[in-house]
């Protein structure tokens, strides 16, 4: 009896042994933390921009030029903004596009967009404010790691330039979306 | 005189008059809550869920899609890596209905493939949320989502091993009990 009793314990004494350290490391917490009761938001002012009738190689300029749209932060933390674009597509038949320019320029079925936020007067490849709003999404505000974030109740107004076509074909309506967004700062 | 007309249409041809579609609706107010979510301590063979929570603060009902969106480096938090694989990311709903000044929640689950390769690390990704529009002023808003995985996470899937080790140190009791007691019998 007393060497039953001694080889059980003999045995679990030795199971503990190997299988303990890897149990205790399997009892690890997986922790998520939010960040409060924050939530992020941002507004904008203006969604259209009624153009009215337009030509082929031609700029057409928000009224008033750069305090057309306001952005406004609507949550509770500071933001960091962003700004991208996309192609132009017909909206019968999205075979057919204008390629969004990655350099504000125009051409042949490729158009060029702009922007320009208010008090900005040297930022951009003319050095005018005005910076070419392309397919990879960039900075809007703040921009080349100076700046701020912008904080709640934050505003920054800003307005668009569009460079048509070279050529394009007439009488099909075309459509087109820019994006504005933010993450915590 | 009928190669002037000629000139005079296709220079109207080409100064095609239109009205474009640059004219949208109304900017679509919304929140998402909460904006950072960091999850740590995630292992191997791992799974772990949270809930986004979307808010409609328009007059009317509103659809909203998710998508995982890689950061450039430099608007990554200090430390983390590009997430290696979006697949790790999915969503209960990749597109969602939200009825005017309410709120839902998609949930979001993160999962680790097995690998030691994996241990340790430090990740973030974000999660975009649009409403669906043909505005041409649109709003996204990103969370931040970073997950932090165990640095021994491979012990956890050697889980098997250790099974089959207690398992024979319980048969070699046994053996033991029985050699000891049949050594034990007389004659």
Not at chain 2, 81 to 88: F, H, K, R, T
Not at chain 2, 138 to 167: D, Q
Request: with cysteine.
């Amino acid at each position: 009896m007393k060497v039953v009793i001694t080889s059980i314990v003999v045995a679990i004494i030795l199971a503990l042994v190997f299988s303990l350290p890897a149990l205790a490391q399997e009892s690890g917490t997986i922790t998520i933390t939010m960040t409060g009761v924050c939530e992020i938001s941002i507004s904008l002012d203006k969604a259209q921009w009624p153009l009215g009738n337009i030509a082929s190689d031609t700029e057409y300029t928000t009224i008033p030029p750069i305090e057309w749209c306001t952005l406004t932060v609507e949550g509770n933390c500071n933001v960091n903004t962003f700004i991208v674009g996309e192609d132009a597509e017909w909206v019968d038949n999205a075979g057919y596009k204008w390629t969004l320019s990655n350099d504000g320029t125009n051409g042949e079925n490729v158009y060029g967009l702009w922007f320009r936020i208010s008090g900005d007067t040297t930022r951009g490849p003319l050095g005018d404010g005005y910076v070419p709003i392309t397919k990879t999404q960039d900075e809007f505000w703040p921009y080349g790691g100076s700046g701020s974030s912008l904080a709640p109740g934050a505003t920054k107004q800003f307005g668009l330039k569009l460079l048509m076509p070279t050529y394009f074909v007439g009488g099909r309506d075309m459509q087109t979306q820019i994006t504005i967004s933010a993450v915590a700062a | 005189m009928i190669g002037g007309k000629k000139l005079t249409g296709l220079i109207a041809a080409l100064l095609v008059i239109f009205m474009p579609s640059f004219t949208l609706a109304q900017d679509i107010n919304f929140s998402v809550s909460p904006p950072e979510v960091h999850i740590y301590n995630l292992s191997s063979g791992e799974a772990e869920e949270f809930e986004l929570t979307i808010h409609n603060k328009d007059e009317i009902a509103h659809n909203f899609t998710i998508a995982t969106f890689q950061p450039p480096e430099e608007e990554r938090r200090e430390g983390m890596a590009e997430l290696p694989d979006g697949s790790w990311i999915s969503f209960s709903s990749q597109e969602i209905e939200v009825a005017a000044n309410s709120e839902a929640n998609v949930t979001v689950a993160v999962a680790i493939p097995r690998g030691q390769k994996w241990a340790g690390g430090d990740w973030e990704t974000w999660l975009g949320v649009a409403a669906e529009s043909s505005d041409l002023l649109a709003v996204r808003l990103y969370v931040r989502l970073l997950v932090s995985t165990n640095p021994t996470m491979e012990a956890r899937s050697n889980a098997g091993l250790v099974a089959g080790i207690v398992a024979g140190i319980v048969l070699l009791g046994c053996g033991c009990y029985y050699y000891f007691r049949r050594k034990a019998k007389p004659g």
